[in-house]
Nanobody, 122 residues
Framework: VQPVESGGGLVQAGGSLRVSCADT????????MGWFRQAPGKEREFVAA????????YYEDSVKGRFNISRDNVKNVVYLQMNSLKPEDTGVYYC????????????????WGQGTQVTVSS
C-alpha cells in the first residue's frame, strides 16, 4: 500500500501551504519519512526527512528556516509545512518511507506516494 499525499495547490509567492502524507497499510511509526520534489525538466530532489520517532529532522539547505517537517504516529501522518514559498519551490511533492535512519538520497527509500502538485506563482 502506497502512502498518499494531499494538500498541494496554487499559492502566491510568500504564502504558506501544508502538504500531508498518510499511510494506512504499514506500521507507520517504524519508518523514517522523507519529502522529495520534482520540478518540470529536473531530477527529483530531497527536501526534508524525519526519523521514526520524530526526534530528528534534516532539511535541504534551500528550505531551512522556511519548511518544517513533523509527524503524528497516532494518526499515521507526516506533514510538511511550507512558509515563505518561492516560485522555485514549485514541483510535484512526494513522500517516501524507509526503514532505518534519515537519508537524503531517493534510492534509500522503499515506498513512495504518487505525489501532489505545489505551484507557487510570482
Amino acid at each position: 500500500v502506497q502512502p498518499v499525499e494531499s494538500g498541494g495547490g496554487l499559492v502566491q509567492a510568500g504564502g504558506s501551504l501544508r502538504v500531508s502524507c498518510a499511510d494506512t497499510g504499514r506500521t507507520f511509526s517504524s519508518y523514517a519519512m522523507g519529502w522529495f520534489r520534482q520540478a518540470p525538466g529536473k531530477e527529483r530532489e530531497f527536501v526534508a526527512a524525519i526519523s521514526w520517532s520524530g526526534g530528528r529532522t534534516y532539511y535541504e539547505d534551500s528550505v531551512k528556516g522556511r519548511f518544517n517537517i513533523s509527524r503524528d504516529n497516532v494518526k499515521n501522518v507526516v506533514y510538511l509545512q511550507m512558509n515563505s514559498l518561492k516560485p522555485e519551490d514549485t514541483g510535484v511533492y512526494y513522500c517516501a518511507q524507509k526503514v532505518g535512519g534519515l537519508m537524503a538520497v531517493a534510492e534509500g527509500y522503499t515506498y513512495w506516494g504518487q505525489g501532489t502538485q505545489v505551484t507557487v506563482s510570482s
